[in-house]
């Protein structure tokens, strides 16, 4: 199986992103990290020309963690393009908004678990 990775411009930003990260991203991250139904997961993880959130690699499943400017300009039609190139790489994407994860982190949580096992 080949590894997701990016270019080194990408790697460095994505070492960038992971000392800044939003509220929502922090929580989320805590909670993957204790490995919830024995699932690794990385953050800020490269992948071509993108950053993702946070990446399960056994699942092979990208979680992106939306705010509200994901719903404003032209961030859906880059969120779609994204998207799109994820789906070629048979990564699929669970796309969580900011409120969600702030205010039912436990429900976001076991909803990635069902579908990185397929339940």
Aim: net charge positive.
């Amino acid at each position: 199986m080949a590894r997701l990775s990016g270019s080194a411009k990408t790697v460095k930003k994505a070492r960038k992103l992971r000392r800044k990260m939003s509220l929502p991203e922090a929580l989320l991250w805590r909670e993957l990290r204790k490995r919830p139904g024995e699932l690794k997961f990385r953050r800020q993880h490269p992948a071509g020309n993108y950053i993702l959130d946070f990446y399960c690699g056994e699942a092979k499943l990208a979680i992106e963690i939306d705010g509200e400017s994901h719903n404003r300009g032209d961030q859906p039609d880059r969120d779609a393009k994204r998207d799109g190139w994820l789906a070629n790489q048979d990564i699929r994407v669970l796309r969580f908004p900011a409120s969600d994860v702030l205010n039912n982190l436990e429900g976001v949580v076991r909803n990635i678990v069902e579908v990185a096992r397929g339940s």
